[in-house]
T-cell receptor, first 110, second 112 residues
Framework: NAGVTQTPKFRVLKTGQSMTLLCAQD?????MYWYRQDPGMGLRLIHY???????AKGEVPDGYNVSRLKKQNFLLGLESAAPSQTSVYFC?????????FGSGTRLTVV | KNEVEQSPQNLTAQEGEFITINCSYS?????LHWLQQHPGGGIVSLFM???GKKKHGRLIATINIQEKHSSLHITASHPRDSAVYIC??????????????FGAGTQVVVTP
């Protein structure tokens, strides 16, 4: 089915470890976004991309890096995980109006 | 202060009751979205509004641009409507690149 696929769905990291979250979309959308969702707070934008090869910082970019080497993929990296990065991460894509969200990645940093 | 405010934060209703969730925003927008998130689940887009009213099944969404306010109504509520409902606004600035700002969500529980 067409949509946004996030991998992995769950992950437990130790403080200081690194990992990459993958977001893949097959709808040829130009815009892609990474959000984090924390209890009691609305989703917050980490980084976003308006096209292949472009990335920009969102509201809470510290501790994260991203890359968009291919239009269909948007990668979110944590170089040195911290407990404050324990969260649920959502990827979304958009053709310019309307959004499709992935099913989320639940990350715990211990 | 969050630029997108939802009320109530939590809502419990009995099956069949009419439910209203409100969203107020303080920024210029090009569109407003209502999203649904089931426990442990992903986020699904319900409506995108730039004016007026939309209806889909038992769900109705309205927006008043002048008052910067939107409502989501659920008629004849059912236990399967239990979810978190999220209001999100697409910023109106030309350089906003489709970025969304989100409300904190409304947890809805419908009991049989």
């Amino acid at each position: 089915n067409a949509g946004v696929t996030q991998t992995p769905k769950f992950r437990v990291l130790k403080t200081g470890q690194s990992m990459t979250l993958l977001c893949a979309q097959d709808m040829n959308h130009e815009y892609m976004y990474w959000y984090r969702q924390d209890p009691g707070m609305g989703l917050r934008l980490i980084h976003y991309s308006v096209g292949e090869g472009t990335t920009a910082k969102g509201e809470v970019p510290d501790g994260y890096n991203v890359s968009r080497l291919k239009k269909q993929n948007f990668l979110l990296g944590l170089e040195s995980a911290a407990p404050s990065q324990t969260s649920v991460y959502f990827c979304a894509s958009s053709p310019g109006a309307g959004y499709t969200f992935g099913s989320g990645t639940r990350l715990t940093v211990v | 202060k969050n630029e997108v405010e939802q009320s109530p934060q939590n809502l419990t209703a009995q099956e069949g009751e009419f439910i209203t969730i409100n969203c107020s925003y303080s920024v210029g927008i090009s569109a407003l979205h209502w999203l649904q998130q089931h426990p442990g689940g992903g986020i699904v887009s319900l409506f995108m509004l730039s004016s007026g009213k939309k209806k889909h099944g038992r769900l109705i969404a309205t927006i008043n641009i002048q008052e910067k306010h939107s409502s989501l109504h659920i008629t004849a509520s059912h236990p399967r409507d239990s979810a978190v409902y999220i209001c999100a606004v697409r910023l109106g600035a030309t350089d906003s690149w489709g970025k969304l700002q989100f409300g904190a969500g409304t947890q809805v529980v419908v009991t049989p």
